[in-house]
């Protein structure tokens, strides 16, 4: 089975980078196995249905327009946003992952599980970090998905702190 984590996002408006930052945390603290790949799909949309498609577990982490506090993180499975029982645009890209999935879906080609981490923005301000409160929420998040990679079968290790 080949999963995919995708984190989308832009790495100049602060918050709305989660998604590669997400991504970046990972490639820093675990090694994964050849079946699960990490890609920083950053603001490519339409661009990377390639990516999606040829997953058979797609993990998307992303920031969120939804009722809550800055830093609450939520989870959605494809059903919950295919079928448009969210009340929620995801980030404000131009094209977002909701329409590629759409797309793909329309293809006959959207893998069968599509979760979502979504987490609500403090900031959008022009900047390269992360706000503080969602700086702080990388590593909860990681061993959240960590963990589900290993029950699934996959053998994720931490990388030893120098």
Excluded: W
Excluded at 36 to 60: F, N, Q, R
Excluded at 82 to 98: D, N
Excluded at 104 to 126: N, T
């Amino acid at each position: 089975m080949r999963t995919l984590i995708f984190g989308a996002g832009n790495l100049l408006l602060t918050d709305e980078g989660f998604g590669v930052h997400f991504i970046n945390y990972l490639q820093k603290h675990y090694r994964f196995p050849e079946d699960v790949e990490l890609y920083d799909g950053g603001t490519l949309g339409i661009m990377v249905t390639h990516m999606l498609e040829d997953a058979d577990h797609v993990y998307l982490v992303d920031v969120i327009d939804a009722k809550g506090e800055p830093g609450d993180i939520y989870r959605y499975e494809k059903e919950d946003f295919m079928l448009g029982k969210l009340p929620i645009k995801m980030s404000p890209h131009q094209i977002g992952i909701q329409e590629v999935l759409t797309l793909s879906d329309l293809r006959d080609r959207c893998p069968d599980k599509v979760s979502l981490f979504g987490i609500i923005p403090q900031s959008y301000d022009a900047g390269v970090e992360l706000s503080p409160l969602l700086a702080g929420k990388l590593a909860g998040l990681a061993d959240l998905v960590v963990e589900e990679l290993r029950t699934v079968g996959h053998e994720v290790t931490p990388i030893a702190a120098n």
